[in-house]
């Protein structure tokens, strides 16, 4: 697993630290227009509708004001990672009802299934950390949040 880091496959172009959305819908609309731009995403609207049908089966609001919105989906050539700040916080229908203010957002290729699963992991393996969220959430630009996850995979 230590070779896959989501570094490799964030763009700063692709972060967005103040969102708008006060909405889940709204705020995954506005993720994906932070990441559309990526010449990895080929079918934007394709790649939205993978993201809400994903968000059916269950809340990417994985808790402590985290989410994960993401989607294996046939609109992108390659694994790609965005991230967006709230800072207000959006109702997202977390597992702890918490609002969220930090979001990945990451759509894989159907076929990118260890890439995809790796990166979850990590994913969801740093954001338990209370230093590492509250670093994500006084950083002020988008170089910032890349040496803080840069930081915190090395």
Excluded: C, W
């Excluded at 705020?27 to 731009?37: A, S, Y």
């Excluded at 989906?73 to 009802?97: Q, R």
């Excluded at 002020?140 to 890349?146: L, Q, S, V, W």
Aim: charged fraction near 30%; hydrophobic fraction near 40%.
């Amino acid at each position: 697993m230590s070779n896959i880091k989501i570094i490799n496959f964030l763009d700063k172009n692709m972060i967005n630290l103040d969102l708008k959305s006060k909405t889940k819908n709204e705020v995954i609309k506005e993720l994906m227009k932070t990441i559309q731009e990526s010449d990895k995403v080929t079918a934007p609207e394709r790649a939205l509708s993978g993201l809400f049908a994903r968000e059916e089966l269950g809340t990417t609001g994985i808790g402590k004001g985290v989410a994960i919105p993401h989607a294996k989906t046939d609109a992108v050539t390659d694994l790609l990672v965005g991230f967006g700040i709230s800072k207000e916080g959006i109702n997202y229908g977390s597992m702890d009802e918490e609002p969220v203010k930090i979001f990945f957002i990451f759509l894989s290729p159907l076929d990118g299934n260890q890439e995809y699963l790796k990166i979850l992991a990590r994913i969801s393996r740093l954001i338990r950390e209370d230093k590492f969220r509250n670093s994500l959430l006084a950083a002020d630009t988008p170089e910032k949040i890349m040496e803080i996850i840069n930081n915190e995979e090395s």
